[in-house]
């Protein structure tokens, strides 16, 4: 069963992708935000340079901090964005 | 009493100090980031994600609140372009001890560079801009508080 | 840039900050200080050494300035009779560094508490008077500071 | 030789002795702080009780704090006052 997932991006993540959000449908063998970044990187070389090193991006799942190894589950969006720079 | 904005346009500091001296508690600590003028800056852009910004300034504001015995805090974050002198943030705390409201204070400033969801892109007066990358420093900070 | 006062009337905390984040330097932190409407507290006297007080005062601002990399310090305590809820006292640090701005705003803080010379008296509701005695947390607040 | 000095009390020290300064004449023996304070006590008994307590009393040569042993030399005013408590 296939599964669909809203991501945003921001900063440069934003900037290199082009774009600052998209609807992506994952097939079921995607389960954590670590395989859904592998999936995007294997359909398209523009994610294999933006996302070349995975220590400089950060996530978000339904607007929590989470690490590659969280799990999708039922979560409606996913952020990527490089490390916050507020304050 | 927890307070948290996110706004485009400036704000007062002195009046949401004042705010907040007048719950009572006798110690009211604040601090004020500005966009310094380093070099060629011109101007910060600050970005942020809507969906969470006040949701992670509320979650900042509400660890202090657990872990210091505070009347009120306020956080105001600004977004969009902001010029060399503008005000960027306030953090202001009350407490009834004057150690509480400060080290509250300090404790928010360094979990907002860490774990709220802004972006500063610096605009050079050459016109050039590029993303600010975060500090080891401010991880570092962030880290020196214990949960 | 060291401003001191020794204050009658009131002040503006949000201008004492704004002067200071005129300066530029990025990070301005800063302390009020109010009477604490604690059970049946009408008001505090704030006795002090005329000839001593800005000369104390100035010697922390100096050492703070010293200890930290500041732009600007300013330091206001009142004198006279203040009701519960007047600002006693003002602490305002400005510096490139949050931390340093932070930190230094502290110890001037905590070296008022132990250094500079004003009394406080207790006006009770009644109208019965006493004065504060000094307290072992302010004297080992100051002390925490290396010189 | 005599030495003359102002004295300034402030807080409860100045209540208690009823009085906020006053001049005194000190014999030569008279060196440091803790002499003067001991030569007031010595003359009268209103010092002798708001001076029983030393540890409860600090003071300021020329307006810089100094403790007992403090040599007067040729200071111009002494202040006796109470652990300060501003701030």
């Known amino acids: ?87 | 009493m927890i307070k948290i904005l996110v706004l485009d346009d400036d704000f007062d500091a002195g009046a949401e100090i004042a705010n907040l001296s007048a719950l009572g508690g006798g110690a009211v600590a604040s601090f004020v980031g500005q966009v310094r003028g380093d070099g060629q800056l011109d101007a910060l852009e600050l970005e942020h994600y809507p969906a969470m910004t006040e949701k992670a300034l509320r979650e900042i504001a509400e660890k202090a609140d657990k872990q210091w015995p505070l009347h009120g805090v306020t956080i105001i974050h600004r977004v969009g372009r902001l010029k060399v002198g503008e005000q960027i943030v306030l953090a202001c705390t009350c407490s009834d001890h004057r150690q509480a409201a400060i080290e509250a204070c300090s404790f928010i400033m360094d979990q907002l560079k860490t774990v709220a969801p802004f972006w500063k892109k610096e605009i050079k007066q050459d016109g050039s801009e590029s993303w600010v990358e975060e500090r080891q420093s401010d991880i570092d900070a962030a880290k020196s508080w214990k949960d």
Request: charged residues 25%.
């Open chain 1, 1 to 87: 069963m296939t599964y669909q997932i809203d991501i945003v991006y921001f900063s440069w993540v934003k900037e290199r992708l082009g774009r600052d959000q998209e609807t992506i449908i994952c097939p079921a063998s995607v389960e954590t935000v670590g395989d859904l970044v592998a999936h995007l990187k294997a359909v398209d070389s523009i994610y294999q340079q933006v996302f070349s090193d995975l220590k400089k991006l950060r996530f978000a799942l339904d607007q929590d901090f989470v690490g590659l190894e969280a799990s999708l589950g039922d979560s409606r969006e996913l952020a990527i964005f490089p490390p916050v720079t507020g304050g």
